[in-house]
C-alpha cells in the first residue's frame, strides 16, 4: 500500500494515524507535526467531555460510532488508569432562580450548528445522590440533568493523545517533529508523488517523504496548509479558529478518591455574559474554561503553545472562585495548576470536513493516484466536539483512505469547494 502522510499530530492526526497503522504497513505512516512541544494546541488543552447523541443528523452516526470507539479502546488498554476514562453526568446549573432561563442553557452554544436542532429535554432521572460535591450549592440555586445515562463520559485529551501516539510510534509510524511541510511533489504524470518537509531543530534540514495519499489535520491551520501546498487550486477550505482559555484546578473539594461514582460536567452562565463549562477529572482535577473569542489571532504553529491573556485568565479565575470556592467570606482554596489558550478550528457551518478532495480542485493539474492508492484528504473543523470525535473520525478517515467499507456514513461533511463558498471573504 503507498505511502501515507499525515500533515498536524493533533488528536485526530494520531487517532488516524492509530487507525491506519492497524490496516497498512506502520512504517509506511508518516506524521508531520511543526510545534516544537506536542499536543500544545486544542488537543492537549481541550476539556475532555464527550458525548454520544448530542450530535445533528449529519454527524449523528460518526458521534455514537466515536462515543462507542472511546469506550472500546479505554476498556481494552485500560483507559481509566492511562487517560482518565470516566462515564460523566452532566448538568446544568444556575445560581439562582432569577437566573435561570427557560429558554436558555449552559451547553446551548455546543448545540448550535453542530448539535441536534432542539436542545436535548430535561432528562426525568433523578440526580439525587449524584450532584458534584465540588460545586457551590447557594440558596434558590438550580440544577438539572441533561444527560442520560451512559451517553456521557470524560478523558483527560493530552493523555489520550499520548497514548495514541505512542502505540503509533510503538507499531513503527514515523513521526517528523519538529518538522513542517514546504511543498507536494508530483511525477511525471502529474500525479502527487511525495512532500518536501523541513525540521526545524535541531537545525534546518530538508527531507523528501515519498507519498501517495497525503492527509491535512492541521486543526485550524489546514486552510492555510492546504493553500500553502496547493497554491493554484481556487479551493478555499474555509476553517476558522475559536480561541478559548481554560484552567486546570484543584479543589479540597474533589479528589480521586472520590471519582468511583464518576466524574460531572457543568455547564452554566455567567453574569459577565459568557458560559463557564467545567468538567471533574478522575486524576482529582477540575478543567474550567468557557471564555471564548473568535477576535484573537491564530499564531504561528511553530511557535509553539500560545500565551495566554492575563485578563481573560483573571475573568476565569474570579468566576471559579464564585462557582467553585468555598464562599464569599472563605479564603479563596482552589489551585491553579494549569492555565491554558488554545485554538477550536471551525466551519461556519458547524459540521467538520472529512472528506477526499477532488482532484479537480487541487489546481494546476495535479492528480492522485485512482482509488485508495492515492488521495489527499482533510479532516478538520471538529470545533468544541474534536475530542468526542477523534475516534470515529481516525477510524472513518482511515477506511476512507483505504478504500475500506465506511463504519459510520459521513457523506455529510464531504467538501468540494461550493460548501461554504458564501461564509468565506479573503
Ligand atoms: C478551550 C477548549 C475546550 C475544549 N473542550 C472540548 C471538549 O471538552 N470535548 C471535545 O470533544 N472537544 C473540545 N474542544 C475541541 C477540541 O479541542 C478540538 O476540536 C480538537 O482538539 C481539534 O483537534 P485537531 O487535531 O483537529 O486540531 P489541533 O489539536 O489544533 O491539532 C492540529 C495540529 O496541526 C499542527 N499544525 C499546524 N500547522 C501545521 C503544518 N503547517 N503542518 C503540519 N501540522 C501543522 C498543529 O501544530 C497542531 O498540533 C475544546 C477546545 C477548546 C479550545
Known amino acids: 500500500m503507498s505511502s501515507t502522510v499525515i500533515l498536524g499530530a493533533g488528536i485526530i492526526g494520531v487517532s488516524t494515524a492509530y487507525y491506519l497503522s492497524q490496516h497498512q504497513d506502520p512504517t509506511s505512516v508518516h506524521l508531520v507535526e511543526p510545534s516544537p512541544e506536542l499536543f500544545s494546541s486544542a488537543s492537549g488543552y481541550a476539556g475532555g467531555f464527550i458525548a454520544k447523541d448530542w450530535f445533528g443528523p449529519s454527524l449523528a452516526a460518526l458521534g455514537a460510532l466515536s462515543f462507542d470507539e472511546h469506550r472500546r479502546l479505554a476498556e481494552e488498554h485500560g483507559g481509566r488508569e492511562k487517560w482518565g476514562y470516566s462515564r460523566s453526568t452532566c448538568i446544568s446549573y444556575a445560581a439562582s432562580a432569577a437566573a435561570r432561563d427557560p429558554q436558555s442553557r449552559g451547553d446551548d452554544w455546543l448545540r448550535h450548528g453542530t448539535s441536534r436542532a432542539d436542545a436535548a429535554p430535561v432528562t426525568q432521572d433523578s440526580l439525587i445522590g449524584n450532584t458534584p460535591v465540588w460545586l457551590r ?153 468557557g471564555l471564548n473569542s473568535s477576535t484573537i489571532p491564530l499564531p504561528d504553529a511553530d511557535a509553539g503553545k500560545a500565551t495566554p491573556y492575563k485578563d481573560d485568565l483573571a475573568q476565569l479565575r474570579q468566576a471559579a472562585r464564585e462557582i467553585l470556592g468555598a464562599g464569599p467570606e472563605a479564603e479563596d482554596d482552589l489551585e491553579v495548576v494549569r492555565e491554558g489558550l488554545c485554538f477550536r478550528p471551525v466551519t461556519a457551518w458547524g459540521t467538520p470536513i472529512v472528506s477526499r478532495i477532488r482532484d479537480e480542485d487541487l489546481g494546476n493539474g495535479v492528480t492522485t493516484r485512482p482509488g485508495a492508492e492515492g488521495g489527499v484528504f482533510i479532516a478538520a473543523g471538529h470545533g468544541p466536539w474534536g475530542i468526542a470525535m477523534s475516534l470515529g473520525t481516525g477510524v472513518v478517515l482511515a477506511e476512507m483512505v483505504q478504500g475500506r467499507e465506511l463504519s459510520a456514513d459521513v457523506s455529510g461533511l464531504a467538501f468540494d469547494g461550493k460548501k461554504g463558498t458564501e461564509f468565506y471573504a479573503d
Open 137 to 289: 450549592r447557594l440558596e434558590g440555586d438550580h440544577i438539572e440533568l441533561i444527560s442520560d445515562e451512559g451517553t456521557t463520559a470524560q478523558v483527560d485529551p493530552f493523555l489520550l493523545c499520548q497514548f495514541l501516539l505512542q502505540e503509533c510510534l510503538k507499531r513503527g509510524v514515523k513521526l517528523h517533529h519538529p518538522a513542517k511541510p514546504i511543498s507536494v511533489s508530483i511525477d511525471a504524470k502529474g500525479e502527487l508523488a511525495g512532500i518536501r518537509i523541513v525540521s526545524t531543530q535541531p537545525s534546518s534540514t530538508e527531507t523528501e517523504l515519498p507519498c501517495a495519499r497525503l492527509i491535512i489535520t492541521a486543526g485550524s491551520w489546514t486552510g492555510q496548509v492546504y493553500q500553502m501546498l496547493f497554491p493554484k487550486s481556487e479551493l478555499r477550505v474555509p476553517i476558522k479558529s475559536l480561541a478559548g482559555h481554560s484552567l486546570i484546578l484543584k479543589s479540597p473539594r474533589w479528589h480521586s478518591g472520590l471519582a468511583s461514582n464518576g466524574c460531572h460536567a457543568v455547564f452554566t452562565t455567567h453574569n459577565e455574559g459568557f458560559c463557564p463549562e467545567m468538567f471533574s477529572r478522575v486524576g482529582g482535577q477540575i478543567y474550567f474554561s
